[in-house]
């Protein structure tokens, strides 16, 4: 984990143009290669990010990031205040509270509980920034990421933007698309994940319970 303060201005160039004026802001670059830039507000938001894969370019007096989809992100700096870096080690991740944990297991066991057709691929499919809850296939043999709250807020739509263009990379999924599944979800998430192009689906726990104990099984 590398931490710079800095007073910088920054360009974004891809999906929609984009600048930052000259500014004291916090550059924070992951190990897994991602970078973002931070002001002293607007909680854990970043007001400008790049995921991996990315390839960061340190010039004297910028840093220059490309990925693979054409997207750049020119930091000017103007002034560098601290650059501190400290290795991490790996996380053991998010320990998710029993409810959203027995969703997931619900639903990998009834994928077409979220949409008819849906087959499971993998539970807890990995990637760079983070495991996807359910990596599925659709009715038309489409890979599907899903992820699953106990409660649909815009920061779950944002996990699973990252965890779509996170997997774009794999050429070997073909085209992917997504689904945010939450027991509610609120209308701001609900717009966000539609101007994304994901799809949403509110699911009933105890419905769900209901469905998977009515289900015999031999072993």
Not at 112 to 119: A, D, F, M, R
Request: with cysteine.
């Amino acid at each position: 984990m590398r931490l710079v303060v800095a007073r910088c201005s920054v360009v974004y160039e891809g999906r929609l143009d984009t600048s930052l004026p000259e500014a004291t802001r916090l550059l924070l670059v992951k190990a897994d290669g991602s970078i973002s830039i931070h002001a002293d507000g607007g909680a854990y938001k970043p007001l400008n990010w790049m995921n991996p894969p990315n390839v960061i370019r340190e010039l004297d007096d910028r840093w220059v990031v490309t990925n693979p989809k054409g997207e750049t992100l020119t930091i000017h700096l103007h002034e560098v205040h601290s650059d501190f870096s400290h290795e991490l080690g790996e996380d053991p991740g998010l320990t998710k509270d029993g409810v959203e944990a027995h969703l997931q297991v619900l639903l990998a066991e009834l994928p077409e509980s979220i949409e008819p057709g849906l087959t499971l691929i993998r539970r807890e499919y990995p990637t760079a920034v983070g495991p996807v809850d359910l990596l599925c296939r659709d009715a038309n043999g489409q890979t599907v990421a899903v992820e699953i709250k106990r409660r649909g807020e815009i920061d779950g739509v944002e996990q699973l933007t990252r965890y779509i263009d996170c997997l774009h990379a794999d050429t070997s999924l073909g085209a992917i698309r997504g689904i945010f599944v939450a027991q509610t979800i609120k209308p701001q998430a609900r717009v966000l994940a539609e101007s994304r192009g994901f799809g949403w689906c509110e699911v009933d726990y105890d419905e769900l319970r209901g469905k998977k104990s009515d289900e015999l099984r031999l072993f």
